[in-house]
């Protein structure tokens, strides 16, 4: 089962490898009991449009600090992981799609 999270346009800060931090715009979240995880997806402000209008996503596991302010991201491990946010991802755009009918 996932768990969704609806959050009004809640930024995070991202350190690159470059030790760069970056602000990116949280596009969703959600929780993963099969992996016992919660996952972020993101993307960076002022991040360019490619040549069909899409833009890069990011994504990251997500473990809350106690306060439940922030948190740490972790990379994602596994192929059966990256499925889901896949999964997710589709659901997601199949949502805006019927939106904008």
Known sequence: MV???DHEHRHITIVDEDGNEQL????HTFD???F?????LYSLIGAEEDE????EIFA???TP?????DGELEPIETEAEWDLIEDVLNQLEDQLEEDEE
């Open 60 to 62: 990251s596991a997500f």
């Open 24 to 27: 990116c715009e949280v596009i």
């Open 3 to 5: 768990q969704e999270h």
């Open 32 to 34: 993963s009991e099969e």
């Open 52 to 55: 069909e209008g899409q833009i």
């Open 36 to 40: 016992g995880k919660s996952y972020v």
């Open 65 to 69: 600090s106690e306060n439940g302010e």
